[in-house]
């Protein structure tokens, strides 16, 4: 039985990740955390921990579980390049899943991404990405428009410095043929919608997703919880969990 913590218990995501740990018949809610109280003691108690809290928090999270021993999935976005090399470096010594989404659907939409841009070439079609979140979302693009980006930047030979535009104002000129769109919307409830564009003469395709709940993020981040037991140390993504690598 796997043994979880889950982190941010107050919180939407904390919530309904406890109800997905408890509805998977191979976890085990052993304790939950919230800020102020002691996570050494929370996570002494765990073999996992479910974090999708703050960027902030997570070295804290790290240093813990390093000092454990105890795997981790990681959701939380907005992390800072000093962050993200935190996790990469112990990755060395724990198994970690850190994904943007947990989604089994927003993962095929990277995989579908990822195979379009390598059809739907730049000479002949011009890409946007829009994502829509609820009025609370903190960071901007989220951390999934961020990984479609990633994956745009990777097969079209782009750079995410100098050749993402955010939004567009005023006197612009013409569209750069290299030049990828992204625009972030917020409002309302919105749980998560994400759209990649592709656009040429006379046609238009595009891939969306849209999300109605966050049992559908929770209940992958269990499955992460549940496939990382077997693996060895090492920085690991949904990509992985799913076998779409």
């Known amino acids: 039985m796997n043994r979880i913590l889950v982190t941010g218990k107050s919180g939407r995501m904390g919530q309904a990740i406890i109800a997905a740990t408890d509805a998977h018949p191979d976890t085990k809610l052993v304790a939950t955390h919230d800020n102020g109280e002691n996570l050494l003691e929370a996570i002494a108690q765990a073999d996992t921990v479910i974090d999708f809290t703050i960027h902030s928090f997570t070295e804290e999270v790290v240093q813990a579980a390093l000092k454990h021993g105890t795997r981790l999935v990681i959701g939380t976005t907005g992390h800072s390049d000093e962050e993200r090399a935190i996790i990469a470096q112990a990755a060395e010594t724990l198994p970690i899943v850190f994904a943007p989404n947990y989604s089994v659907g927003v993962n095929t939409l990277f995989w579908l991404t990822r195979h379009a841009a390598?059809?739907?070439?730049?000479?002949?079609?011009?890409?946007?990405?829009?994502?829509?979140?609820?009025?609370h979302k903190i960071d901007a693009p989220s951390g999934t428009a961020r990984r479609l980006l990633e994956i745009l930047n990777e097969e079209t030979g782009t750079s995410?410095?100098?050749?993402?535009?955010?939004?567009?104002f005023g006197i612009t000129g013409a569209r750069p043929s290299r030049e990828i769109g992204m625009h972030t919307l917020r409002g309302g409830d919105v749980v998560g919608d994400h759209t990649v564009l592709f656009a040429a003469d006379g046609e238009r395709v595009e891939l969306t997703h849209k999300a109605s709940s966050r049992m559908t993020f929770a209940a992958g981040a269990v499955r992460a919880a549940v496939w990382l037991a077997e693996q060895p140390a090492g920085l690991y993504d949904m990509q992985d969990v799913l076998g779409l690598k």
């Open 160 to 168: 995410y410095q100098d050749d993402v535009k955010h939004g567009r």
């Open 118 to 135: 390598r059809i739907l070439t730049q000479d002949r079609f011009d890409i946007e990405v829009v994502e829509m979140h609820h009025r």
